[in-house]
């Protein structure tokens, strides 16, 4: 399917007539816009704000994938992640942030890395935006979580996430996403 990408883009286009902040948090950032349809109506849009984040899918020469349990107050359960965190600033290399990420959760560091796209979790209602990578040639040391840091860390063959994606037991969306993508990549 082939689109005229330019004047599909403007025939869709909404456009902001105003705006007017609702919540400014430490994470969140939360605004009301007006914006006008490409019908000429006007509607609100409610838009969640944020910095922007990234995650990473660590997989060891045997095939397994160093996952991670953690808590999440939000759905008052533990789930099964891949390690992952926001960027401390809007400017900090993604790259670092997840070098970083995988050595306080994980105790692991890597040699090779390579990107493997980004992923919008929310777009109807967020502007953030996760960057994820695969990470290989893994060397384990020591961890150092934050201070509010909680997890479990353990490892489970990619083969096997693989199938738990698909019977609905990891509910987690980049991780989700990750798996999929590292088992293409990998030829699982």
């Given at each position: ?68 349990r ?76 934050d201070a509010?840091e ?39």
């Amino acid at each position: 399917m082939d689109f005229d990408t330019q004047n599909e883009n403007a025939r869709l286009r909404e456009v902001k007539t105003g705006s007017e902040e609702i919540f400014d948090g430490v994470i969140l950032h939360v605004q009301r816009d007006t914006v006008r349809l490409p019908n000429g109506n006007e509607t609100v849009r409610e838009v969640i704000r944020h910095i922007g984040a990234v995650c990473v899918i660590p997989v060891l020469e045997n095939g397994d994938v160093i996952m991670e349990r953690q808590y999440r107050y939000p759905l008052d359960r533990v789930i099964l992640e891949i390690p992952a965190g926001k960027l401390d600033s809007a400017g900090e290399n993604r790259l670092s942030a997840i070098q970083r990420e995988l050595s306080e959760e994980t105790g692991y560091t890597a040699d090779e890395w390579t990107e493997i796209g980004d992923f919008h979790p929310a777009p109807a209602y967020s502007d953030e935006f996760i960057t994820m990578y695969l990470a290989r040639k893994l060397r384990k040391g020591d961890r150092h979580l934050d201070a509010d840091e909680f997890l479990d860390v353990c490892t489970i063959p990619l083969k096997d996430l693989v199938e738990d994606v698909m019977a609905g037991k990891i509910s987690d969306a980049k991780t989700q996403v990750c798996i999929l993508k590292a088992a293409r990549i990998l030829g699982i």
